[in-house]
């Protein structure tokens, strides 16, 4: 099984502000690889795909980059709707999720 | 519009049984592989099985091999989570989710709003 570990688990920012999540692999999962924003109460939102992908709808302020092993997730200019938790999957070998960031307000 | 939604949570004993339902509606259900996806309370994401379009394949994750079986009726759009010999472990929010292709290989671009199922005597 792909093992992923995220970065940091809970990260402060300020609206307006900028975030930088991590995501890695335990092995190469190429760019076959997924973020998820989830807001409690609710079911995950796919933000990106194939690594660097925004998904249908997703404001350009996400972006996403890496391969291999070592993913990020950039989100520029925090919005009060942004404050989530974002969970990285690969889906390369099966599939397999992050514990999950959670994005809070400073 | 894609909607999923999620039916036959609640509570059940340990050693019991439940089905979930998954209706499907604004796309062509038949031709997409279906999966449920569960997050225990307060925890991440789990993958838990897959099946087919055709609902001739499926596949399940470790912890509920042998005691979960997934099922789908084309003809009426709807997917199935037959669960079985059911642990407290087992408790959490079940989502079902729509297979995407995009290059190959694929993610879950739609989701259901998730239903709850509590194992617990």
């Known amino acids: 099984e792909i093992v992923m570990t995220q970065s940091p688990a809970s990260l402060s920012v300020s609206p307006g502000g900028g975030a930088t999540l991590s995501c890695r692999a335990s092995q190469s999962v190429s760019s076959n690889l997924a973020w998820f924003q989830q807001k409690p109460g609710q079911a995950p939102r796919l933000l990106i795909y194939?690594?660097?992908t925004r998904a249908t709808g997703i404001p350009a302020r996400f972006s996403g980059s890496g391969s291999g092993t070592e993913f990020t997730l950039t989100i520029s200019s925090l919005q009060s709707e942004d404050f989530a938790v974002y969970y990285c999957?690969?889906?390369?070998?099966?599939?397999?999720f992050g514990q999950g960031t959670k994005v809070e307000i400073k | 519009e894609v909607q999923l939604v999620e039916s036959g949570g609640g509570l059940v004993q340990p050693g019991g049984s439940l089905r979930l339902s998954c209706a499907a509606s604004g796309f062509t259900f038949s031709s997409y592989d279906m999966n449920w996806v569960r997050q225990a309370p307060g925890k991440g994401l789990e993958w838990v099985s897959v099946?087919?379009?055709?609902?001739?394949?499926?596949y399940y994750a470790d912890s509920v091999k042998g005691r979960f079986t997934v099922a789908r009726d084309n003809s009426k759009n709807t997917l199935f989570l037959q669960m079985n010999t059911l642990r407290a472990e087992d408790t959490a929010v079940y989502y079902c989710?729509?297979?995407?292709?995009?290059?190959?290989?694929?993610?879950?671009?739609?989701w259901g709003q998730g239903t709850l199922v509590t194992v617990s005597s």
């Open positions: 999957q690969q889906y390369n070998s099966w599939w397999t």
């Open positions: 099946i087919g379009d055709s609902g001739g394949s499926t």
């Open positions: 989710a729509k297979g995407q292709r995009y290059s190959g290989t694929y993610t879950f671009d739609s």
């Open positions: 194939g690594a660097s």
